[in-house]
């Protein structure tokens, strides 16, 4: 968590919502991802998206890059397109 913290500015974190991470989680854990620690360390403004959009963007993605969160793992700059989707 204090990798989180020093990593991230103030005004990211407040912007946080507890709820809407927790449904973007659970989204990820249905779709298997395994590393989404990853994810909260180093792309934890992704959660900054409403979870309806990040399952949008998600799914486009995904058609894009069949296997995405594969070829995520492998390269994690696939999810800069999250930001352009």
């Known amino acids: 968590m204090d ?4 990593k991230y500015e103030y ?5 946080l919502n507890k709820d ?4 973007i989680l659970k989204f990820l854990e249905k ?12 792309y934890l403004d992704i959660f900054l998206f409403e979870y309806e959009d990040f399952k949008n963007k998600y ?3 995904n058609m ?3 296997s995405y969160l594969d070829r995520c793992k492998e390269n ?3 999810l800069e ?3 352009s989707v």
């Open 81 to 83: 397109e999250f930001y």
């Open 76 to 78: 994690m700059n696939l």
């Open 11 to 15: 005004n990211v974190l407040k912007y």
């Open 31 to 42: 779709e298997q991802c395994s590393f989404i620690e990853d994810l909260m360390e180093d």
């Open 59 to 61: 799914n486009i993605l």
């Open 3 to 6: 990798n989180v913290t020093q």
């Open 20 to 23: 809407n991470i927790d449904k």
């Open 64 to 66: 894009k890059y069949p």
